[in-house]
């Protein structure tokens, strides 16, 4: 069935907290849409600068304040505040190109639930799961149907900076499909004070995340510690490339002890000689199949089509390697 792009509304939402520096560009990028955005809805979490104050003045953009919940909550604010049948999320420091939503809705289809700009593809709840592909809300334009049905964003703070994550691996579970759209129509403009460029903060929250999926698929204890093992190892990987010894001790002490016994061994010479560094990232970075972090056995409550997908993502590696520093 063909969709005529010019019947579709499109809502964008924006959470923002102490954005007063980055709103101003990411409105302006929206506004700047070759498709006509029907409402631009920030939700200013708490802020304690001018953000809501720097948004107020741009045409057809409406300011929702609220106490400070985190961004899930925030978004969730945005998504029932909208108007639209679509949702495009932006974060606040990051901008879209101008024909971003112009070339997703010539992505719509009628089981298409959310329609992304990201390299990986296909985006199944296996690959989610196994963290062998990424969507980002910056890049995602989602059917609100889609987001009512699952009831939106986690607003955990323990899960605080995954909570995008936890939203497509339940959407992975309904009936919607993921539709890759052209790649890179967004910008992304990492501040001190984003969730992702923190990424010790991330680790935590996604570890967090994965206990509170796993127990609601009821995965085997065995299977949901070895997706953490793996989720520790990816993460102290990127934390070495980046010389913060600290946080990556304290995540490779959790995992076996073998690994991390090596590590500490070794922490003291990699502070001063950068090609061991590099190697030994390169070693955490096949790591995952030598101690069996990717092992599925298939036994939980997923439907038997997502629990194939994750059988046939299990044993894939992880993502690329970080740049060493």
């Not at 961004?71 to 639209?84: D, E, K, L, Q, Y």
């Not at 899960?159 to 759209?181: C, H, P, Y």
């Not at 001190?192 to 996604?206: G, I, P, T, V, W």
């Not at 990717?294 to 299990?314: A, D, F, I, N």
């Amino acid at each position: 069935m063909e969709v005529h792009r010019g019947n579709l509304s499109v809502s964008a939402v924006i959470p923002a907290y102490n954005a007063e520096l980055t709103i101003s560009d990411a409105i302006q990028s929206v506004l700047a849409q070759t498709y006509e955005i029907a409402e631009i809805i920030v939700v200013d979490d708490g802020s304690t600068d001018r953000t809501a104050e720097a948004a107020a003045g741009f045409p057809r953009t409406r300011v929702i304040r609220r106490l400070n919940g985190g961004p899930g909550a925030a978004r969730n604010t945005g998504i029932h505040a909208a108007s639209g049948e679509w949702v495009a999320f932006l974060d606040s420091d990051d901008i879209w190109i101008s024909r971003k939503t112009e070339i997703q809705l010539g992505c719509v289809r009628p089981d298409a639930g959310v329609i992304h700009a990201n390299r990986f593809d296909p985006i199944n709840f296996g690959n989610l799961w196994h963290r062998q592909t990424h969507v980002s809300p910056s890049g995602a334009l989602v059917r609100k149907q889609a987001l009512l049905d699952v009831g939106g964003f986690e607003e955990s703070r323990t899960t605080m900076g995954v909570e995008d994550l936890n939203l497509w691996l339940k959407i992975a579970l309904t009936d919607w499909r993921f539709v890759q759209s052209e790649i890179d129509l967004y910008g992304y403009r990492p501040t001190e004070q984003s969730l992702s460029a923190n990424e010790f903060k991330m680790a935590r929250a996604e570890l967090a995340g994965i206990d509170m999926v796993g127990k609601r698929e009821k995965c085997q204890p065995e299977e949901m510690e070895r997706v953490k093992q793996a989720t520790r190892i990816e993460y102290a990987k990127n934390l070495i490339a980046s010389r913060r010894w600290d946080e990556a001790t304290q995540l490779l002490q959790e995992c076996t002890p073998g690994l991390a016994s090596r590590w500490l061994s070794l922490a003291g010479f990699l502070k001063v000689n950068h090609l061991a560094r590099t190697k030994l990232v390169q070693w955490l970075h096949s790591v995952d199949g030598r101690y069996g972090s990717h092992q599925c056995s298939g036994e939980c409550s997923l439907p038997e089509v997502q629990r194939r997908q994750c059988m046939e993502s299990c044993g894939k590696p992880y993502f690329r390697l970080p740049d060493v520093r």
